[in-house]
């Protein structure tokens, strides 16, 4: 068995599997002392506080992705352990029946780039379930009122009249959502990038205006 798992082809998948445990065991070391690992992966899979996020179509391509697979939504931490088990296990199971069937293994160069595919759809599949099963805390429980009055960036799309955008906002515990807006005077349009304050709900559609506070940012 050991001599299976340190096969070239299966480097990867083992070393996603060990990074797995590692952050878990960090976890748990944090829960002791006070350190939060969650906090600072969040961190590092927030694109805004990347000066790289001011490059045109950078935000948007990441939010977006980010967003499909859940990200502010559910804690980042889960979701790249998710990742990497899913593609440690998916790895190390084709790499099982292909020695089974011939006594070798798959080059890693080869398996690796096809393992990822299940492995994001793995990681969108139980981020949408955490995020519905993950019980809130009620002090942090917020309506899509509470939404209004903060200031959002957009990220995909030119917001316009009857032609609404995607844009970013962050509630008032930091916690990131996506929300379409469209502008709330006539003959304005907010292009990609641009910082808007939602000022009212219409459904599922926010309206908006331009952010002419500088102190308030997304």
């Known amino acids: 068995m050991l001599d299976f798992l340190t096969a070239t082809g299966n480097l990867p998948f083992v070393v996603a599997l060990l990074i797995v445990a590692m952050l878990g065991l960090i976890e748990v070391i944090g829960m002791a002392t ?12 927030d694109p805004s506080a990347s000066d790289a996020a001011d490059v045109a179509g950078y935000s948007t391509a990441l939010d977006r992705f980010l967003g499909w697979l859940h990200f502010g939504k559910v804690p980042a931490l889960i979701l790249v352990a998710t990742f990497l088990l899913v593609f440690g296990v998916v790895g190390l199971s084709v790499q099982m029946l292909v020695h089974a069937a011939s006594g070798r293994t798959l080059p890693a160069l080869l398996l690796a780039p096809l393992a990822v595919l299940p492995a994001l759809a793995g990681t969108r599949a139980f981020g949408g379930f955490f995020a519905r099963a993950l019980p809130r805390d009620e002090t942090q429980s917020i309506s899509q009122d509470d939404l209004v009055g903060r200031v959002g960036t957009i990220v995909l799309g030119e917001a316009k009249a009857d032609s609404a955008a995607q844009a970013k906002v962050r509630d008032r515990f930091g916690r990131q959502h996506y929300v379409l807006v469209e502008p709330d005077e006539p003959g304005v349009t907010f292009a990609q990038g641009s910082d808007v304050l939602l000022v009212a709900r219409e459904g599922a559609t926010y309206r908006c205006i331009a952010n002419a506070n500088p102190v308030m940012k997304p």
């Open 34 to 45: 006070g350190f939060s690992a969650s906090g600072v992966v969040d961190e590092w899979f």
